[in-house]
């Protein structure tokens, strides 16, 4: 699918390039960590509320709240890179 975007070398080398940039960034390790730590928090409300109503709402929010904003940054970073 990238070869119907990419008009010229130039347009494949600025992203090849942003996407090595995000290896060098280490996002996918970051994102991993921070992963992690969600889940559990994640688990904690089951002990709180076996129903799943509170991990039902909490994971959407954790995503909203948290991931998102760490994506965009981690995409400046690499545009910056």
Do not use: M, W
């Not at 996918?28 to 992690?36: C, H, K, L, M, T």
């Not at 730590?37 to 129903?51: E, G, H, M, Q």
């Not at 954790?62 to 400046?76: F, G, N, Q």
Request: proline share 4%; hydrophobic share 45%.
């Amino acid at each position: 699918g990238l070869f119907n975007f990419v008009h010229n070398e130039d347009d494949l080398a600025a992203v090849l390039g942003h996407e090595v940039a995000h290896n060098l960034a280490r996002h996918a390790g970051e994102r991993v960590s921070s992963n992690i730590l969600v889940s559990l928090i994640a688990r904690c409300t089951l002990l709180i509320d076996p129903s799943g109503v509170l991990y039902s709402l909490f994971l959407p929010a954790a995503a909203l709240l948290h991931d998102l904003p760490h994506s965009r940054d981690h995409e400046v970073e690499a545009d910056y890179i």
